[in-house]
Each structure stands twice: as structure tokens, then as C-alpha cells.
């Protein structure tokens, strides 16, 4: 089980590569302009969970209803960080 | 649990030194040892002479105060240090100069390694 860290928009590729690689079993969280990638399609595409990080998806102007994305904090995080040995940055 | 994060990027520049501040945080609030490794540009973060104007956050001083208050381990590479004019007399209180033989050491001895790449 991998933690799938992703802290580009849709505009980078290698993070478009990183989340088709997301296995079941493994989770993806969205960071800083990584968020952006809660407005794209490719996100129902993806094999596992996938969350963004609260403060940085309000500080891109989203409103929390306004996308179908689960919202975390960095305590959330950390519990991510836990349960997930492996890590892909 | 130890858990190591990486940081490659120019503080102000990105969010990343940011990113990395806010999971060791919440990480060293549950209980858990966390070390910091200050790469490539990511070293001006433990510079005591940056002085961010006053509605900034002042990362350099966040920094120093997790190393005191909650036990942050904080080491920079020491050759980037030297690239950029960084002396240990100008580092923040707590951190410490460091190398690759020492990241690769924190990352076999670490339960969980992050990093933010550039």
C-alpha cells in the first residue's frame, strides 16, 4: 500500500502518470496546486481513494461543496502516512 | 514511528517547506519522531537571516521553534549549504549541517520517507 502525494495541477504529466499507476490498496492526496486535479475527470479514473488537503484546496478558491472530493487536514494526513508504507512523491 | 520528509524547493518560492511544516506538525503533536532534510534550495529555509516582512510567516523561526518546543530534527546538506553562501554561524538554532551518507541513513532507519521533489 502506497501514499500517492501529488503537488502539480493537470498540467504536469508526471503526476497524471502517478495516479494511473494507484493501485486498489493504495491512496492518493492532493497538495498544494496538486487540488486542481479535483475539477478533472481523470480523477474518476483513478483505483484508489483520493482526498485534498482542506487548507489548500480553499486557498485556490473552492468552495468544500463544490467538488466531489473527500477533504482531509494534515492530521488525517499523518494517519494516511501510518497506514501506508510506501510512498510515491 | 520515525518519519523523515524531504524538501528540495526554495522556501516563498513553493509551498513545499510549508507542506512539509504542516505534516510534521500534526506527525510530532501524535507522538511520532520527525526529521526534516533541507536539500538544494530548501537550505535558505534554516537561514536565521531571512526576515520576511511582518504579515509573512517566518519559516526559518517555525522551524526553530518545532526544534525546541517539540523535539524537530531539522539537518541541511552541507555541500548545498556551501553552494549558496550558507554558514553554520547563519543557520537556525537546533539544525544541523549534514550529507548524503547521513539522508541515506535517516532513510533506512525511518518508518516512513517523504519527499517533495522538485
Known amino acids: ?89 | 514511528m520515525k518519519i523523515a520528509i524531504q524538501v528540495m524547493t526554495p522556501p516563498y518560492s513553493y509551498q513545499d517547506m510549508d507542506s512539509a511544516i504542516k505534516i510534521a506538525e500534526a506527525a510530532l503533536n501524535k507522538g511520532h519522531e520527525v526529521a526534516i532534510f533541507l536539500f538544494a534550495d530548501a537550505v535558505n529555509a534554516a537561514n536565521s537571516r531571512v526576515k520576511p516582512i511582518r504579515i509573512d510567516r517566518n519559516i526559518p523561526k517555525k522551524l526553530e521553534e518545532l526544534i525546541k518546543e517539540k523535539g524537530l530534527r531539522v539537518d541541511i546538506c552541507g555541500l548545498c549549504m556551501e553552494y549558496r553562501g550558507l554558514t553554520e554561524e547563519a543557520i537556525i538554532e537546533g539544525a544541523r549541517p549534514s550529507g548524503l551518507p547521513e539522508l541515506a541513513k535517516l532513510i533506512a532507519e525511518s518508518d516512513r520517507f517523504l519527499s517533495f521533489p522538485a
Open chain 1, 1 to 89: 500500500m502506497a501514499l500517492i502525494l501529488i503537488k502539480y495541477g493537470p498540467d504536469h504529466p508526471a503526476e497524471g502518470v502517478k495516479l494511473s499507476s494507484a493501485r486498489e490498496g493504495d491512496c492518493a492526496v492532493l497538495v498544494q496546486n496538486g487540488v486542481y486535479w479535483a475539477a478533472c475527470d481523470a480523477l474518476k479514473d483513478a483505483k484508489c481513494p483520493v482526498y485534498a488537503i482542506k487548507d489548500d484546496f480553499l486557498a485556490r478558491g473552492y468552495e468544500e461543496e463544490q467538488l466531489d472530493i473527500e477533504l482531509i487536514d494534515y492530521d488525517a494526513l499523518v494517519e494516511l502516512i501510518e497506514r501506508n508504507e510506501g510512498f510515491l512523491g
